[in-house]
């Protein structure tokens, strides 16, 4: 049945008041707190939605779980990093043990036998040693445990930057969904208005009624992938309550500055965990060799014993002797004469093992460079990558406008355009998201890299210095 002027009128009117508000407010997609880098750009990004402050760890933070707090929380309650504590505290008293060597000694002996014409009866002994000089017997042992000590150290604190990137990504990957639901949300409400346009439209029978079917399909398709968006968002949540607990729950804030600003140049290899290990190796090889050649050498010490007859034979040496007890004080020079040729064999295992822990270490060098180098050439991609994308969001938006005015006013356009228009945004608003988020994960990379993630996060690595030395 024909539609009369009236009802087209009326079809009409509506179609101008759904449009006289302008476009629905989208999402925010400038983030405060943006590099001076990206904060220039021209480009769109989102916000993250505030959260309660149910939690410990948004006390401090504002609107959304702040990202120090929960990485220094991470670290706390990881049982990772409690065992690499545990570790370093049993090297350093291995260092003590063998400073020990250094110290006297004194030792406790009661024989009993027959040992001369005294008859059979008990010696009580107290004995004291020292060494005099070893040729570098205890001093190597020292610096071994110190080597050791030193790589506890080293991978302590390769357990904490574990714990800083595992959760450090799940922070990234959490936002990034949060990032994409807005975004996919206000996809769906601009699909939404079309479909209520092209409804309209085809009730005053101005358009056809595959208009309004079509923006029904684009709307379940972005249902769908809203759907697979807040799955994945329950995922990462879900393991990065694993480091924090039910604080994960909340909302994350924007990436602190420290990720934002992370330096692409000036780097030292030195503070790589990696390398410290590799060194601390090698250092631990080098002080083995020098004590095995040591054991070639004698060693001089000075020693002294007070000796008490006990039982029978007491009294019988005190007649001879006119007292039970006796002292004797002397300086020995021992020295090993023939083993086998176990140290020569020990010393060959020793010079191998230092050759090994030399080229391990070159290795690890080579390859903390690269990790570096890699990270900053994706970091410059991503960076341009990223203009481009901004670039296409503007234009794409601009389109849409003019598709907008040649629908309503001109006629020239049909409602295909207007949803391809809005899906093309959506990928555009999409791929400008997860840029921006992998440029944050590649700037994370480069922290660890370089071994500047403890700091920008806060992390205090004051519990890994051990026995008075820095790391």
């Known amino acids: 049945m024909s539609r009369g002027p009236a009802a087209l009128s009326v079809a009409a009117l509506m179609v101008l008041a759904l449009l006289s508000a302008g476009p629905r407010a989208g999402p925010a997609w400038r983030e405060h707190g943006e590099a001076p880098r990206e904060a220039g750009r021209a480009g769109m990004q989102l916000h993250a939605a505030p959260a309660p402050a149910t939690g410990v760890l948004s006390s401090r933070a504002g609107p959304g779980l702040d990202w120090r707090e929960a990485i220094r929380t991470a670290v706390a309650r990881h049982p990772s990093v409690a065992a690499a504590r545990a570790a370093l505290d049993a090297q350093s008293s291995l260092v003590r043990a063998a400073r020990a060597g250094y110290r006297p000694r004194l030792q406790a002996e009661l024989s009993s036998g027959e040992p001369d014409q005294f008859g059979t009866g008990q010696v009580a002994t107290l004995g004291l040693s020292q060494t005099l000089y070893d040729f570098g017997k205890t001093g190597s042992a020292v610096e071994r445990e110190r080597a050791g000590e030193r790589g506890e150290r080293a991978l302590a604190l390769r357990a904490v930057d574990q714990v800083v990137e595992d959760t450090t990504r799940a ?53 769908a992938r809203l759907l697979g968006i807040e799955s994945q968002l329950r995922q990462w949540r879900s393991r990065l309550s694993i480091y924090i607990g039910p604080d994960a729950l909340q909302a994350v804030a924007p990436a602190p500055a420290a990720l934002l600003d992370a330096a692409t140049e000036g780097f030292d290899l030195d503070s790589v965990p990696a390398l410290q290990v590799a060194r ?83 290795a690890e060098r080579l390859s903390a460079r690269d990790e570096q180098q890699r990270h900053v050439e994706q970091i410059q991609g991503l960076l341009a990558r990223m203009d481009v994308l901004e ?81």
């Open 391 to 471: 670039a296409r969001v503007n234009s794409i938006t601009e389109t849409r406008s003019l598709y907008w005015d040649q629908y309503l006013s001109l006629g020239t356009r049909n409602a295909l355009d207007l949803l391809n228009a809005e899906q093309e945004i959506g990928l555009s608003r999409e791929d400008l998201v997860n840029a921006r988020h992998d440029l944050w994960d590649a700037r994370l990379g480069l922290l660890l890299a370089t071994g500047r993630a403890r700091a920008a996060f806060g992390v205090h690595d004051d519990a890994f210095r051990g026995d008075g030395h820095a790391p």
């Open 171 to 223: 922070l990234i990957e959490i936002h990034r969904n949060q990032a994409l639901r807005e975004s996919v949300q206000a996809q769906l409400e601009a699909l939404d208005r079309i479909r209520e346009i092209t409804e309209l439209r085809a009730d005053a029978g101005a358009a056809t009624r595959s208009d309004p079917l079509q923006a029904r399909s684009r709307m379940e398709a972005t249902q």
């Open 280 to 362: 601390a190796d090698r250092e631990a090889a080098q002080a083995e060799l020098r004590n095995v050649r040591a054991q070639r050498y004698p060693t001089i010490v000075l020693e002294a014993n007070a000796n008490m007859r006990l039982g029978g034979t007491s009294d019988r040496y005190e007649q001879v002797y006119g007292d039970e007890q006796y002292s004797t004080a002397f300086i020995s020079l021992r020295s090993p004469l023939y083993q086998g040729g176990e140290l020569s064999a020990r010393s060959r295992a020793s010079a191998a093992a230092l050759q090994a822990a030399e080229a391990r270490l070159q």
